[in-house]
């Protein structure tokens, strides 16, 4: 099983950033994925979800900004993360949910 998350970095806040990760080892496509985020010094959090049907979640500080979707043609899952605030600064992780099947991370910085 391999997650890999790509696509962050530096953006201004208002900005925005389109995460992806690259899954494979494991049926994808029937499999729910979730994007979390982990600030220094805070415990991992959730911030959406979506069903292998397409239904999607969001943690309520990101609703109306972020939108997840999946590719399951290309065994991915994205993040558009619109409007980032300097506070949403973090390492985004994406994972398999129900499952102990973690990406590496990607470092987003929303700094001016």
């Known amino acids: 099983v391999q997650l890999v998350e790509s696509g962050g970095g530096l953006v201004q806040p208002g900005g925005s950033l389109r995460l992806s990760c690259a899954a494979s080892?494991?049926?994808?496509?029937?499999?729910?994925m979730g994007w979390y985020r982990q600030a220094p010094g805070t415990p991992r959090e959730l911030v959406a979800t979506v069903t292998s049907g397409g239904i999607t979640n969001y943690e309520d500080s990101v609703k109306g900004r972020f939108t997840i979707s999946r590719d399951n043609a290309k065994n991915t899952v994205f993040l558009q993360m619109n409007s980032l605030k300097p506070e949403e600064t973090a390492v985004y992780y994406c994972?398999?949910?129900?499952?102990?099947?973690w990406g590496q991370g990607t470092q987003v910085t929303v700094s001016s």
């Open positions: 080892g494991f049926a994808f496509s029937t499999s729910a």
């Open positions: 994972r398999r949910m129900a499952s102990t099947y």
